[in-house]
């Protein structure tokens, strides 16, 4: 081990000439910290260094890349260990199993000098932050469990396991209790346990040794590091001892330093710290003691702290919350911020809601005892009922949509997935039992035939002398030869005629999901394309495309495609993949036929990416002839004859069918750079015009891209995709009525487009027709089944309506359908939780972020807003949302949004003046963007009880917000309360259209 990073402790830092407690400039926060070190690196620089040398750069490559993919910051790297800080457990953890996956695989085969193996530590905990670097016991405590972990293994701290377990799919094996070297009290350890790799499947050897020894142990391992630390630190004391005496000024300004920082350590209960800056005292000054006195109150005051702490916990596992919090708190009577007296708290906080969870699990458990159904639980039995009728009946198809009605409700319903399978058992059962009646009664058919004609031969043959004699000469049949000629005549008109007409009234049709294409490497090509044939395919007649945003969720490699079909509701799935080859790209593409249930076609190509809409072209012409569809092949155009510029479109383009704002912001950036080259052309800036236009919306960009999506428009006024982007710029600056003009010539244009029903079934919301807007879903719908859009927009309607329950059933079906589960979730479905019946769903899921950043002022508010009906809880959050606004403002007091959401958290606290004074300088200010007018509106509503004037004023600043940007969430923004349904609050979201043609 060469190099270890040592972790920062007071006592080591004796020459440091800045002070080791936070002063008023430095911050501390939670943070999650990782500490990595590979196995053995000193005896291999001994062995050979610069094969070390190579290893380390290797080593230092992935982590560093790995750190920025899980948002981590790297503090330190020196030799071969690195020190790593996370925004949250969760991305530490999982940046430290994709680290093992990497070097386990990367390690395969090779020889022991050649292999990098690493150990990993992680804690989270309170740090202090200075500069670049981070200080503090988090610190310490990731870099003593980095130490005791076995090699290939990663070990995590208690704080880390209790926020991953809910939210990782991740095993551990529990170690115990282990004293860590500078630790006071034990902390507990797991091994986190890799179940895609065999041998990190199972706990180590090291972690199952601890675990038996079931005792303390300590954490001795020294580091080479630390040596020469030590080393060099006497080293600079001699150079100072014979470099001549210390002037006196120096000692006494040394002394006080040493002083103040040993007061600081005993007011924050650090009695081991404190002592230790006597120390340096005593060095500095031989005939300086502390005085007994000081020592022994000092010490009485810890004994009488650690006993209160000692009760407060036996209370704690007794269950008396209340009494524990009591006797915890005469801890903060001597120390005002005694760091054990605070974790006892939140100890507290944890086992009273544990506590709160075991006896809500029991009233549930107790409830369906009682056969207590609730209306949902109705509505689930009698749709399984339906779906067992329809099975008895041999109405497959039929059981499995009412099974579809059942996922909606319940995603995971266990016993709807089994009858889902009985279902396609039965049907599969059926079909061969039909096949195989199908063949014998073809073969009775078939054999009746032929003795039927036996027997008429016989017939014949003995008839035919008898007739030979009785049959006299006739004259030429010339009429009858003529009536059979006509009749043969109409009879190839009508074989010819018939067929045709046959096909016109019943045409062949295709019902069809494109599923995701393989990529042998990551190229643009192979996530563009699914979506360029989905659009494709939905401009042809007589074909059914499933949303690829619902299709794309499935593997297309280890999926049943049967089965998969059947949830889908299509006959035909088409996949395939992509590869590069040089300026080629090798596409091959497979179709699946679920009736005949085998792979039906099978073909492949090659072209260059400015040769791809005649690759399109080939592969529509290819799918029409192999199914027998009667139907054109739609105009695909080459974007641009620019590789690199069609490059950039193809992945803006696939990058634009997401909602998040990385992804977004990455096809504007893409979609700038051609611009910004003179390689644009109208799709190009329609897709730039797009992505800044939905920025906007999402709050992450001012320019919402209009004048750039209208100029697209000019260049190419009768393309429906250019005109559909730039209907959504026109949204994004609040002009509907132009934004309904725009989509209805999109749809003139190209009538089969799914999304510009969405938008307009959006429009019409906004402007109070649900009527209208439930019409334009349903076309919508009927284009595009299944669409996440479709359901979410469903959602928003009834939220709108003030159905908070079947929002949010819908927000979730939408979800579970591919929906962007962080968008959606933020910001609407926790909106109908918490003005629903999920509330406890809301504070898990507010509590998180709280978590993640709990010196954000937002989170603080909205987390203790979810906890409103618990009060003592609500206000703690709330109290440290006022304080965290207070300690922003005394750094900048023209910081608006610190201040707007001051005056919340004083409204929700009672302290109605103030918070009006607060809202009196924003407003004096001058900054009123739309975000400020909304909090505005929200303190306004919460106060009108005390103040009914203040409705008016709160509905005032809501519609001057809803004039600068119209925002869905906003308006179902739980803060407003009853006021959502009054009238007046009604009137002021409805925006009436004047539509005129252009």
């Not at 081990?1 to 004796?14: C, F, S, T």
């Not at 022994?296 to 008396?320: D, F, S, V, Y």
């Not at 045409?507 to 659009?535: C, H, I, K, R, Y």
Request: proline share 4%; charged share 30%; glycine share 6%.
């Amino acid at each position: 081990m060469a190099g270890r990073i040592a972790p920062n402790e007071p006592a080591d830092n004796v020459n440091s000439e800045e002070p080791l407690v936070p002063s008023e400039d430095e911050a501390r926060k939670l943070s999650a910290v990782m500490f990595t070190d590979i196995k053995g690196f000193s005896a291999k620089m001994s062995q050979n260094e610069a094969g070390a040398f190579d290893l380390l750069k290797k080593h230092d490559a992935l982590l560093r890349v790995l750190a920025t993919k899980y948002n981590g910051k790297v503090i330190k790297s020196i030799g071969d260990s690195f020190m790593i800080d996370f925004p949250s457990a969760v991305n530490a953890v999982k940046c430290a199993v994709e680290a093992q996956k990497k070097f386990h695989s990367y390690n395969s085969g090779k020889i022991e000098f050649d292999r990098i193996e690493i150990r990993i530590g992680v804690h989270l905990g309170d740090v202090l932050i200075r500069g670049e670097d981070i200080f503090g016991d988090g610190v310490n405590i990731a870099s003593r469990i980095e130490s005791i972990t076995a090699p290939t293994r990663i070990c995590i701290s208690q704080e880390v396991y209790s926020q991953i377990r809910n939210r990782m799919p991740v095993q551990t094996f529990r170690i115990g209790a282990i004293t860590l070297k500078n630790i006071p009290e034990p902390v507990e350890v797991y091994e986190v346990l890799i179940d895609e790799i065999p041998d990190f499947a199972k706990p180590s050897p090291d972690a199952m040794e601890r675990s038996k020894k079931q005792k303390v142990e300590f954490s001795q391992r020294e580091t080479v590091d630390e040596e020469r630390e030590a080393r060099h630190v006497e080293q600079a004391k001699q150079r100072a001892a014979s470099s001549g005496p210390m002037s006196e000024e120096e000692r006494a300004r040394r002394i006080a330093d040493h002083y103040a920082r040993a007061e600081k350590y005993y007011e924050l209960g650090h009695i081991t710290e404190a002592e230790s800056e006597l120390k340096r005292i005593e060095e500095l000054d031989p005939g300086f003691q502390p005085s007994t006195e000081r020592r022994q109150e000092e010490e009485e005051k810890e004994n009488k702290a650690q006993t209160h702490l000692r009760k407060a916990r036996e209370l704690i596992a007794q269950g008396n919350f209340k009494e524990a919090e009591q006797e915890t708190n005469k801890v903060f009577e001597y120390y005002p911020l005694h760091v054990g007296a605070q974790q006892v708290l939140l100890r507290i906080e944890e086992e009273r809601y544990r506590r709160e969870e075991e006896e809500r699990s029991k009233r549930i458990e107790h409830d369906k005892e009682q056969h207590t159904k609730t209306a949902e639980q109705v509505q689930l039995e009698t749709l399984m009922q339906k779906s067992r009728t329809q099975l008895e009946a041999s109405e497959f198809q039929e059981a499995i949509f009412t099974l579809r009605d059942v996922f909606v409700i319940d995603p995971n319903n266990f016993a709807a997935r089994e009858l889902e399978e009985e279902i396609k058992r039965r049907q599969e059962s059926k079909v061969e039992d039909d096949k195989r009646l199908q063949q014998e009664r073809e073969k009775r058919e078939h054999e009746e035939r032929l003795a039927a004609a036996q027997r008429r031969q016989e017939e014949l043959q003995a008839a035919r002398p008898v007739v030979e004699q009785a049959r006299p000469r006739k004259p030429f049949p010339t009429k009858q030869v003529l009536t059979v000629v006509g009749l043969l005549a109409v009879g190839g008109l009508l074989y010819t005629v018939i067929p045709a007409i046959w096909k016109a009234l019943f045409p062949t049709t295709m019902s069809v999901a494109v599923l995701q294409f393989d990529a042998g490497s990551e190229n643009v090509v192979a996530s563009a394309l699914p979506l360029l044939l989905v659009d494709d395919l939905s401009q042809m007649q007589h074909v059914t495309v499933r949303s690829f945003a619902t299709s794309s969720r499935y593997d297309n490699q280890s999926a049943n495609f049967d089965a998969l079909a059947g949830v889908l509701g299509v006959r035909y799935l088409l996949t395939g993949e992509v590869a590069a080859n040089g300026d080629q790209y090798d596409v091959k593409m497979r179709v699946y036929d679920t009736h005949q249930r085998e792979q039906v076609l099978a073909w492949n190509s090659s072209a260059p990416i400015t040769g791809f809409a005649r690759l399109r072209q080939q592969m529509l012409a290819t799918i029409i002839n192999e199914v027998g569809l009667d139907a054109d092949i739609p105009p695909v155009a080459q974007p641009t004859t620019d590789a690199w510029a069609c490059t950039a479109y193809l992945e803006a383009f696939a990058l634009l069918e997401k909602d998040g704002r990385d992804d977004l912001t990455r096809a504007r950036d893409l979609m700038l750079a051609v611009e910004d080259s003179g390689k644009g052309f109208p799709l190009s800036r329609a897709a730039l015009g797009e992505a800044m236009a939905r920025l906007s919306r999402l709050g992450g960009s001012d320019d919402a891209g209009l004048g750039i999506a209208q100029n697209a428009a000019k260049d190419a006024p009768n393309n429906p995709y250019v005109l559909r982007s730039l209907a959504v710029a026109h949204m994004a600056e609040n002009r509907f009525e132009q934004a309904m003009v725009t989509l209805n010539k999109s749809l003139e244009l190209l009538p089969v487009q799914a999304e510009p029903h969405r938008m307009l079934a959006e429009i019409w919301l906004i402007a109070g027709n649900t009527d209208e807007g439930a019409a334009e879903l349903d076309a919508g719908a009927a284009l595009d089944p299944g669409n996440p859009r479709t359901l979410f927009l469903q959602g928003l309607f009834a939220h709108m309506k003030d159905d908070k329950v079947g929002a949010a059933r819908l927000y979730e079906a939408a979800i579970s359908a591919g929906g962007n589960r962080a968008y959606i979730t933020w910001y609407f479905l926790a909106s109908a939780w918490l003005r629903g019946t999920k509330r406890d769903a809301a504070v898990d899921y507010y509590s998180s972020f709280v978590a993640s950043r709990p010196g954000d002022y937002r989170y603080l508010y909205l987390l203790g807003r979810a906890y409103a009906e618990k009060l003592d809880s609500a206000q703690l959050y709330f109290d440290r949302g006022l304080e965290v606004t207070r300690t922003i403002l005394d750094r900048n007091r023209d910081d608006v949004d610190a201040r707007i959401y001051r005056a919340l958290f004083l409204t929700r606290l009672g302290q109605f003046d103030n918070a009006r004074n607060e809202v009196d300088r924003v407003v004096q200010s001058g900054s009123l963007t739309s975000s400020v007018r909304f909090r505005v509106a929200n303190i306004y509503s919460l106060q009108r009880e005390r103040d009914q004037g203040l409705k008016a004023e709160a509905v005032k600043a809501l519609k001057e917000a809803l004039a600068d940007r119209y925002d869905f969430s906003e308006i179902l923004n739980p803060d407003f309360g009853s006021l959502a349904v009054d009238a007046a609050f009604r009137a002021a979201i409805v925006r009436p259209l004047r539509i005129q043609e252009q």
